[in-house]
């Protein structure tokens, strides 16, 4: 017993040691996100073939698309990355202004689609279908970059508004008209994504120190915009259909009073396959590409329902490895989002660590049943090259953040890397407290301090912690001159 609560204790340590050091948050955001990319590559493959091989007997179609957007992805990772936080402060409107512009040619193409009977619309190049754009044959997904764009700009606006979030009217504007616009063009059409979007607000202002009223208020808000999309599903929003049965609405039914198995019938055929998946796996699963639901039994394997795969082929060991990875990278995140000094880094890097957190328990919790459905998609797993490059991108983000750590920035400073390491890999961070451009002095008669309390020059001023006297020495001649 004394030898195994030494080894324990010493674990621990050693445990303690390896965190403390300078780069362990670089590292440990590295290690987790590189390791749930390569099993996202992998499940990819596995739940992929099968149907790839049956229908163009090239069974690594998808894994080849997928892998070619993770090199994208990589690339983004390492160009954001090198990134200061001042290039990010000025992205931020230009990507939420591209987003905007985005989702409303999204939304407009896919009216005009319903109202001419049309299953897409499609103005010369650019065609419109559910959550995709499609420009020139380049596949692009608006609300992945809106996600980003959010993380950028919101924390910009809040870390320079400092102290005055306390005032309603300094959250207001304009933080939440356009945190409203950005909820409907979203949800319109994808209620998931926009409660990603609600949890990525509420991390960011979590991060800010905002009153709790500030989050009962958006509650309310966010359950009423819910409730108000799912009564919309019915008049033909996103991919519902006028007159027909509200599929949103259906989805939350048989979360909430699921009908027994044999009589689920359509609406929840996904939800009964999922659990069958899940339960085939059992422990330590069936083995590695062996899985029997990817033969065309669960809908959407390789993408929404990715984790059932994940649980009938690596049973229960490789979902905690999964949950795990990502418990990891939520530890990561807050860590480098405590650690930095930057009020914008602090924001930015919390929001994220929201956002991709709050995706995976959506994904996960609806696929093991403890969460309504919404079809997002797992980050890291899911098959998806939007969602993978902007993902990596964040990724990159955070890695820079991770770097520009006082303690991470003095350790790379002391022993700097090569310069040709500095030149493929990422730059010297700048160093805590140092200011790169000194600050220019206020001009005469316009500073905070006015002119009659402005300290004396050298020759005339008082030696400190003396008091001067005031008294009216002298004869009168000599105070007169």
């Known amino acids: 017993m004394p030898l195994r609560g030494w080894d324990a204790a010493g674990g621990l340590a ?13 590292y440990l955001l590295l290690s987790s996100a590189g390791l749930l990319l390569l099993i996202g590559l992998t499940m990819v493959f596995s739940a992929t073939s099968v149907k790839d091989y049956a229908q163009d007997g090239n069974a690594s179609a998808s894994v080849t698309k997928q892998a070619i957007f993770a090199v994208i992805g990589i690339g983004a990772f390492w160009a954001c990355q090198r990134l200061p936080a001042s290039t990010y402060r000025s992205l931020g409107r ?5 987003s905007i512009a985005l989702l409303l040619v999204l939304n407009l193409l896919l009216a005009y689609a319903r109202l001419t009977s049309q299953k897409s619309g499609q103005i010369g190049p650019i065609e419109a279908r559910l959550n995709w ?3 020139g044959g380049i596949q692009v997904q608006p609300s992945e970059l809106a996600k980003f764009a959010l993380v950028l700009w919101g924390a910009h606006v809040i870390a320079r508004k400092g102290a005055a979030l306390g005032w309603w009217r300094e959250l207001a504007t304009p933080l939440f008209p356009v945190m409203g616009l950005l909820f409907v063009l979203v949800g319109y059409n994808d209620t998931g994504t926009m409660l ?3 949890a990525l607000v509420v991390g960011l202002l979590w991060a800010a120190g905002v009153r709790m009223r500030v989050f009962g208020t958006l509650t309310v808000v966010g359950l009423l915009g819910v409730g108000l999309l799912i009564a919309v599903a019915s008049l033909g929003a996103g991919s519902g259909e006028k007159g027909a049965d509200n599929y949103r609405l259906a989805r939350l039914t048989l979360f909430l009073n699921p009908p027994p198995p044999d009589k689920c019938g359509d609406p929840c055929y996904q939800v009964y396959q999922g659990r069958l998946a ?4 059992g422990w330590f699963g069936v083995g590695l590409g062996k899985g029997s639901a990817k033969w065309d039994w669960l809908p959407e394997a390789h993408n929404d329902f990715i984790f059932a795969i994940i649980a009938e082929e690596l049973g229960v060991i490789g979902c905690v490895v999964i949950l795990s990875l990502f418990a990891v990278l939520t530890y990561t995140g807050l860590r480098i989002a405590r650690r930095v000094d930057d009020p914008f880094r602090r924001l930015a890097a919390a929001a994220v660590t929201t956002w991709l957190v709050s995706q995976a328990v959506i994904n996960i919790g609806g696929v093991v049943e403890l969460l309504p459905i919404t079809g997002l998609p797992l980050p890291f797993i899911s098959d998806g090259g939007s969602a993978l490059v902007v993902t990596l991108a964040a990724i990159g983000m955070l890695a820079s953040f991770a770097r520009a750590e006082p303690d991470a920035a003095r350790a790379l400073h002391a022993r700097p890397p090569a310069r040709w390491v500095r030149l ?5 961070p700048p160093l805590p407290g140092r200011r790169r451009r000194p600050a220019t002095p206020p001009p005469a008669g316009r500073g905070s301090v006015p002119r009659s309390r402005e300290r004396r020059h050298d020759d005339q001023a008082a030696p400190r912690g003396v008091r001067q006297d005031r008294s009216r020495g002298g004869t009168a001649s000599e105070r007169r001159r």
């Open 278 to 281: 899940i339960e085939h796996g």
């Open 14 to 26: 050693a445990l303690r040691g390896l965190l403390d050091r300078p780069l362990a948050s670089y």
């Open 196 to 198: 990603c979007l609600l």
């Open 133 to 135: 754009l499609f420009i």
């Open 424 to 428: 493929l890999w990422a730059p010297l």
């Open 94 to 98: 230009p990507l939420l202004f591209t």
